[in-house]
């Protein structure tokens, strides 16, 4: 089983900047590591993908959207991952969810966050 616990949510004006992180606990096969990918889920719309970053290559993905905003990036050693948000819209207004996906088992396991909120508002 894997735990994952987000932090660094919060209501931020527009054109600002937030950094969330994901820090996973539990049985982690340190040599094949995790893939972790971000969803956020806003009041009446469904959950969309946001980012992703693969393990071990580091190959990105980004909803059109927040493409030259956003930027995902993780640490292997400390088994987190980050969601740096820039320049922030009030639509970007979400519960954002990590998740990661264990490469060392066929299929990966998904596990999921809490969820962390996003504010978006002057």
């Known amino acids: 089983q894997v735990q994952l616990v987000e932090s660094g949510g919060g209501l931020v004006q527009p054109g600002g900047s937030l950094r969330l992180s994901c820090a996973a606990s539990?049985?982690?096969?340190?040599?094949?590591?995790?893939?972790w990918s971000w969803y956020r889920q806003a009041p009446g719309k469904a959950r969309e993908l946001v980012a992703s970053?693969?393990?071990?290559?580091?190959?990105?993905n980004y909803l059109d959207s927040v493409k030259g905003r956003f930027t995902i990036s993780r640490d292997n050693a400390k088994n987190t991952a980050y969601l740096q948000m820039g320049s922030l819209k009030p639509e970007d207004t979400a519960v954002y969810y990590c998740?990661?996906?264990?490469?060392?088992?066929?299929?990966?396991?998904?596990?999921w966050g809490q969820g962390t909120q996003v504010t978006v508002s002057s």
């Open positions: 998740n990661s996906q264990t490469m060392w088992t066929n299929p990966p396991r998904h596990y």
């Open positions: 970053i693969t393990t071990p290559d580091g190959n990105t």
């Open positions: 539990g049985f982690i096969l340190t040599s094949a590591g995790l893939s």
